[in-house]
């Protein structure tokens, strides 16, 4: 898929988690910059939830309960060991009644369940400023 806005992202986002069930994890892969946190906002618009959504860099884990299904959104990026995942309900959020949402699955891959989904977010500059290529595919 191809965005040329930030509101085109948001929009991905959307329609996905419209589509989206239950113990359902998505994994969100790119640089500093690239619009997972946009794309993230668009995912819990689609799950209907009014609240906004902002990267838990600090706390790694934000919970969201009025919407659709709970979504549990991750952001990893200051994780020194996937061992500390346990500390924050990590096992008990991946085989839960929600949706998880993974910002820099990279850094926890040994832990990642066998099955998710891999949103791959990259910019091109070369396309325009706000151009992103969003790959999606099932692992």
Partial sequence: MESFSSEETFEIGRKLAQESCAG????LYG???T?????????????????PLSSPTFTILKEYHKGRLPLYHFDVYRIGDSDEMDEIGYYDKIDGDGVCLIEWAELIED??????????IKKDTSQGFDYRKILIEDV
């Fill in 24 to 27: 359902e994890v998505y994994c």
């Fill in 31 to 33: 640089d500093l910059g």
């Fill in 35 to 51: 619009g997972k946190t946009v794309f993230s906002r668009g995912f819990g618009a689609g799950l209907g939830i009014e609240e």
């Fill in 111 to 120: 832990i990642l369940p066998p099955h998710y989904k891999r949103v791959e």
